[in-house]
């Protein structure tokens, strides 16, 4: 229980700071915001959107976490909390860049769902990276 704990909130911290922080940078130093409701409600907005995005990733990373069943076979060690936050840093970079877009073009269940599926695959990529470094010994 203690290792899925640390996943969630690994995954969920790594992918919503970065995501914050750089849209605090568009909203504020590039003045990309939106007329009607200012800056300040434009990262807001941006925000929750990072928030979601970062709860549908850490949900994602637990059910790949479950489904490699690499709890049973090792304990949270430091090669799997730096896989994951790679694979945070990664889905960081791609919820900032494409996020919202996917969201205005797809629809927010399509956004949903290819969010969840994008975010599980690369996190059970990563777990088998890390579960075969693991058994090689590297």
């Known amino acids: 229980m203690r290792n899925y704990l640390l996943i969630w909130l690994t995954v969920f911290s790594c992918v919503l700071i970065p995501a914050t922080m750089f849209h605090l940078i568009y909203v504020y130093f590039y003045h990309h915001c939106d007329p009607k409701f200012g800056c300040f409600a434009t990262l807001e907005l941006l925000t929750l959107v990072n928030v979601i995005y970062a709860l549908l990733a850490s949900i994602s ?67 088998k990276v890390v579960k075969k470094q693991n058994m090689t010994g590297a």
Not at 71 to 91: A, D, E, P, R
């Open 61 to 127: 990373a637990l059910f790949a976490f479950k489904m490699a069943d690499y709890s049973k076979q090792v304990n949270f060690q430091k090669s799997l909390f730096l896989g994951l936050i790679f694979f945070s840093g990664l889905t960081a970079l791609i919820s900032s860049a494409f996020g919202l877009k996917l969201a205005e073009t797809f629809g927010i269940p399509t956004a949903v769902i290819v969010w969840l599926a994008l975010t599980f695959l690369i996190s059970l990529w990563i777990l």
